[in-house]
C-alpha cells in the first residue's frame, strides 16, 4: 500500500504539526492498482486460455467467458488483499463486477446498431435509397434503382396524426385523473394501466373491425394513425399523470390564493411546471408509435408507391416496409431491409436528442 | 375585464390620499378584517372552536401560539383557502369591509384576489421568469395591463417587496434561480401585483436565515401603510417587531383551538391578562 502522508510527529512543544495544502486523494486508484487490474484480466485470460482449451478441452466461447471471469475475480481479489485491507478488496471487485455489467449493456446496445449500419450499408450509401419510392421497382433489383422515401414520408405522416391526436387526448386524461379527480378517475386509471400493456396488434384489429369492416373504411394511413394513437394516449396519460402528480402542491395552493380558477391553474401553473415530463411521456409515446408493425400490416397494408394522402390508398412505413423486404429472403431485398432499419433508427435516436433539448431548454427555468 | 392600474385600483376603493411618493401605492385603501365565531372541522375532527377576531385596516396582527393550534387553519379561513382542503369545513362570519365574504353574492376567486396570502414555504412558479412571476397573478385572474404599465407594475411591486435592487439585472431569469429569502420576498412582490386589501403570511421567514428573516420583516413594516397584514409566527421577538397588535391562539389538550388573548402586541407580550399566555410568550412551554 502507498502511504500518501507520514503519520503526523509529535513534538515535544505543543507546535501543532504541519499538514499538506495540497487535496487529499481520497480514493485514488495509483498506478499501482491500475497495473493489478490489467495484469490480473491478462493473468485470468492466460489462466483460463491454457487450463480451458488445453488442459480440460472444453469449448464454447460463453463457458470461456464466464470461467474468465471467475478466474479473473480470484485472481483480482488475491493481488488486491496482498497491500490492502478488506472493504478495498470488497470494493474493488464489486466495481469491477459493475464495470463489467455496464459494459455488457453497452456493447450489447452498440454491436446492435452496428450490426444494423453494417448490414444496410451498402443500401445508405446511394443517393436514391432516400429519394426514390419502390414503385415498378422489382425486390431483386440492384440497390442503384428505387428507395425507401414512400415509407419514410408513411411514417412521418402516420406518426404525426397520431400524435396530434393523442397529445391533447393522453394530456387531457391525466388532468382528469390528477387535477379534476372526478368519481371516475379510478375507474379511468384502471383502464389506463391496462391499455399501456396493450399489444398493438389488438389496438389494429380494433381499428380494423370497428373503422374498416365496419364503418367502411378503406386500408389507409389514416387508420394505422387511428391505431397508432389508441397505443399511444394511455402511455401519454400514464407518463403525463406521473409528470403532473410531481408538480408540488404549493404551486396551485399559491396560484388559487392569487384568485385563480382551477382550470387557469392547470393551465397556466401546473402543466407549464411539468412541461420536461409531459414532452417526455410524448416521446415515449412517439417512441413506441414508431416502430410498430403488426398496425400498419393489419390497417394499411404494404404499398410499394408514394402516397402523400392518408385518406386514400395504402400508406407504407418503415417498420412494415423491413417486415415486407426481409420477408423476401432476397438479399438485395434485406439489405435495403437493414438500411431501412437504420433511418428509422437514426429518426428515433434524432427525436430523442430534439426532445432532450427541448427539455434541457425549458429546464433552465427551473 | 381592463383595468386600470393608476387611481382606483382594481377593486375600485377609495384611492389613498398620500399617494404619489416615490413607488408609492396606487392600490385600493387597506380593508379591515373581522371573523366572528369561526369554527373549522377537517372532516370529524373540530380544529377551532368559535373564534373571533378584529383586524383593522393598515395595521399588522400577530397570529402566535404553540404549532397545532390552528392559526394557520385560521388564517386559512380568512381568504378562503380553508375550503380547498378534501373535508374541511367551517362555521362562522368573516367580514371584509363589512361584507360576509363567505355571503353567496362573493365569487371565491374575487375574495381570494382582495385578500392575498404569502406561504411558509417560498412557492415562485419555477416556469416563469422572475418578471412572469411578479405579474403571473394578472394573467391568472384575466386581468390584462399595457406592456408600459405592466414594466411599471414589475418595478413598484418588486420595490415595495424590498427586491428590486437585487433583480432588475435579471428579471427574465428564473424566479426559482434566486435564493431562499429573495424567492419569499418574490412572492410577496407577486401579491402586491393583484392589489389585495390585506395579505395573509403564514409563517414567511420559518424556511429563512436571520438576514433574509430581517429583510422580509423590514418589507412588512413597509407594507403596512398599504395593506393590512395578518401574519402566523412562531418566533416572539419578530412578533414584537413587526405587529401592533397581536392574538395567542392555544388548544389545550381535551379542548379546541381558540384564541385566549388578543390585544396590543405590546400589552399582550408586557402585561398579558391570562396566565396561559404569561407562561407562553415567557417561554415557559410551548
Known amino acids: 500500500m502507498t502511504t500518501l502522508y507520514s503519520l503526523p510527529e509529535v513534538h515535544e512543544d505543543d507546535a501543532p504539526p504541519q499538514r499538506p495544502r495540497t ?27 491454457v487450463g480451458y482449451l488445453h488442459i480440460f478441452y472444453f469449448s464454447g466461447l460463453l463457458g470461456f467467458l464466464i470461467c474468465w471471469y471467475v478466474a479473473f475475480i480470484v485472481v483480482y481479489g488475491t493481488v488486491v488483499s496482498v497491500a490492502n485491507p478488506r472493504p478495498i478488496v470488497v470494493e474493488r471487485l464489486v466495481t469491477s463486477t459493475l464495470y463489467l455489467a455496464s459494459a455488457i449493456v453497452v456493447l450489447a446496445l452498440a454491436s446492435t446498431v452496428v450490426y444494423i449500419f453494417a448490414k444496410g450499408w451498402r443500401a ?101 394513425s387511428a391505431a397508432m394513437a389508441v397505443t399511444m394516449v394511455p402511455i401519454i396519460a400514464r407518463a403525463g399523470e406521473v409528470a403532473l402528480r410531481v408538480v408540488p402542491g404549493g ?85 435495403r431491409a437493414f438500411g431501412a432499419a437504420s433511418v428509422l433508427m437514426t429518426m428515433v435516436l434524432a ?10 431548454d425549458r429546464g433552465a427555468r427551473r | 375585464m381592463k383595468v386600470s392600474l393608476d387611481g382606483a385600483g382594481l377593486t375600485g376603493g377609495a384611492p389613498r390620499p398620500d399617494a404619489g411618493a416615490g413607488v408609492r401605492p396606487v392600490g385600493p385603501a387597506p380593508a379591515g378584517l373581522d371573523a366572528l365565531g369561526v369554527c373549522a372541522w377537517f372532516g370529524q375532527t373540530q380544529v377551532l372552536d368559535d373564534v373571533s377576531l ?43 369591509n363589512g361584507e360576509d365574504i363567505y355571503g353567496p353574492g362573493h365569487r371565491l376567486t374575487d375574495v381570494r384576489k382582495q385578500i392575498g396570502m404569502v406561504f411558509q414555504k417560498p412557492n415562485p412558479f419555477p416556469s416563469m ?61 407577486r401579491s402586491l401585483a393583484v392589489r389585495p386589501k390585506v395579505l395573509l403570511m403564514d409563517e414567511p421567514c420559518s424556511a429563512l436565515d436571520p438576514t433574509s428573516t430581517r429583510r422580509i420583516e423590514d418589507t412588512i413594516a413597509e407594507l403596512q401603510d398599504d395593506v393590512t397584514i395578518v401574519i402566523v409566527t412562531h418566533n ?12 395567542f391562539f392555544l388548544a389545550e389538550p381535551g379542548s379546541l383551538g381558540g384564541i385566549v388573548e388578543q390585544g396590543d402586541t405590546v400589552d399582550l407580550f408586557e402585561h398579558p391578562r391570562d396566565e396561559r399566555t404569561s407562561d407562553y410568550v415567557n417561554g415557559r412551554f410551548g
Open chain 1, 23 to 49: 487535496p487529499r486523494r481520497i480514493r485514488s486508484f495509483s498506478s499501482e492498482d491500475r497495473f493489478a487490474a490489467v495484469g490480473s484480466v491478462l493473468a485470468s485470460l492466460a489462466l483460463v486460455y
Open chain 1, 124 to 224: 445508405l450509401v446511394h443517393v436514391n435509397f432516400f429519394t426514390h419510392d419502390m414503385a415498378g421497382v422489382s425486390p431483386t433489383a440492384p440497390l442503384t434503382q428505387g428507395g425507401i422515401l414512400h415509407a419514410i414520408v408513411g411514417t412521418v405522416i402516420e406518426v404525426g396524426i397520431a400524435v396530434a391526436v393523442s397529445i391533447p387526448l393522453g394530456i387531457g386524461t391525466a388532468v382528469y385523473m390528477t387535477e379534476v379527480r372526478g368519481r371516475g378517475s379510478k375507474l379511468v386509471r384502471t383502464v389506463v394501466e391496462s391499455m399501456t400493456a396493450l399489444p398493438e396488434i389488438l389496438a389494429g384489429l380494433f381499428v380494423y373491425v370497428v373503422l374498416i369492416i365496419e364503418f367502411g373504411l378503406s386500408k389507409t394511413g389514416l387508420a394505422v
Open chain 1, 251 to 335: 404551486l396551485r395552493e399559491a396560484s388559487s390564493a392569487l384568485g385563480a380558477t382551477h382550470w387557469k391553474t392547470v393551465i397556466r401553473v401546473v402543466l407549464p411546471s411539468a412541461a420536461a415530463g409531459l414532452v417526455t411521456a410524448t416521446i415515449l409515446a412517439i417512441a413506441r408509435g414508431i416502430g410498430e408493425t403488426a398496425i400498419p400490416l393489419i390497417c394499411s397494408g404494404a404499398s410499394s408507391f408514394m402516397n402523400y394522402n392518408p385518406t386514400q390508398e395504402p400508406m407504407n412505413s418503415l417498420p412494415l416496409f423491413i417486415y415486407t423486404a426481409y420477408t423476401t429472403h432476397e438479399s438485395l431485398a434485406i439489405t
Open chain 1, 351 to 360: 427525436l430523442f436528442v430534439t426532445a432532450r433539448f427541448l427539455v434541457r
Open chain 2, 54 to 96: 378584529s383586524v383593522p385596516p393598515a395595521t399588522v396582527t400577530a397570529l402566535i401560539g404553540p404549532s397545532g393550534c390552528g392559526k394557520s387553519t385560521f388564517l386559512r379561513i380568512l381568504n378562503r383557502m380553508h375550503e380547498s382542503t378534501d373535508g374541511a369545513q367551517m362555521a362562522g362570519e368573516v367580514f371584509l
Open chain 2, 129 to 189: 421568469s422572475i418578471a412572469d412571476n411578479v405579474t403571473a397573478g394578472l394573467g391568472l385572474t384575466n386581468t390584462k395591463v399595457s406592456r408600459s404599465d405592466r414594466v411599471d407594475l414589475i418595478e413598484e411591486c418588486l420595490t415595495r417587496a424590498g427586491l428590486w435592487s437585487e433583480v432588475k439585472d435579471r428579471l427574465d431569469r428564473p424566479g426559482s434561480a434566486l435564493s431562499g429569502g429573495q424567492q419569499q420576498r418574490l412572492c410577496i412582490a
Open chain 2, 236 to 247: 416572539m421577538q419578530q412578533a414584537t417587531r413587526v405587529s401592533q397588535r397581536a392574538a
